[in-house]
């Protein structure tokens, strides 16, 4: 089945280390992106990409790597500069143009900071 | 710049009942607006959208939604709610170009037997 896969489900930190999240697409999308979900709010744009080995930041990239040496993978890594990193992190992809609305979800990587 | 607004944080209905999920939004254009759905610890599903075709745009589930521009709303519906539609629903315009796309807060709907 074709879809986008997000590793692992539940993460756990200690303060000042790095984590990376993982995510793996099969939709053949050009265009991947990475959203930060916390209680009460919308999603927030962390970063995205249209094209492999080119990407963008969002909203709130501060304390946030990506890479997209590959068409079907685009990993976040969370940094020990991100200040308060515990929140959902969603993996999205589309064909094309994000404006068409027609994002396909990961199920979500949960990290939590102890 | 584009945002919406989701008036009610949370919603509560009976099995059978009517739904309604109300979403305003503010744009300097014509723009573009989604509905999506996340059930729990879940990624996001599109439930519709409208792109400037018919405003009243139907989506899946049973679900459907009025687009009134001299309202700007974008109201989300359904005849009867069922069980499964408890989750939390995202209001979300798009018109300023590749990656702008502004989500709303979200509105829980919990829906009782």
């Known amino acids: 089945d074709g879809g986008i896969t997000q590793s692992p489900k539940y993460l756990f930190r200690k303060e000042g280390q790095n984590v990376t999240l993982s995510c793996e697409q099969n939709?053949?999308?050009?265009?991947m992106y990475w959203y930060r979900q916390d209680p009460g709010q919308g999603l927030r744009l962390i970063y995205y990409s249209q094209i492999v080995n080119d990407f963008q930041k969002g909203d709130i990239a501060e304390g946030y790597s990506v890479s997209r040496e590959k068409k079907e993978s685009f990993p976040l890594t969370v940094t020990s500069a991100q200040k308060n990193p515990t929140a959902f992190y969603l993996c999205a992809s589309s064909t094309g143009a994000a404006n068409t609305g027609e994002l396909f979800f990961g199920e979500g990587s949960r990290l939590t900071v102890l | 710049a584009q945002s919406v607004t989701q008036l009610d944080s949370h919603v509560s209905v009976s099995e059978g009942t009517p739904v309604l999920l109300r979403c305003n939004y503010s744009?300097?254009?014509?723009?573009?607006l989604f509905w999506y759905v996340q059930h729990p610890n879940k990624g996001l599903q599109l439930l519709l959208k409208y792109t400037s075709a018919a405003t009243l745009v139907k989506g899946i589930n049973g679900f459907e939604a009025e687009f009134k521009k001299s309202e700007t709303s974008f109201h989300l519906t359904k005849p009867s709610a069922h069980m499964s539609d408890a989750a939390e629903y995202f209001c979300?315009?798009?018109?300023?170009?590749?990656?702008?796309?502004?989500f709303g807060t979200g509105t829980r709907l919990l829906v009782s037997p």
């Open positions: 939709l053949n999308h050009d265009a």
């Open positions: 744009s300097s254009y014509s723009p573009s």
């Open positions: 979300v315009v798009s018109n300023t170009g590749f990656q702008k796309l502004v």
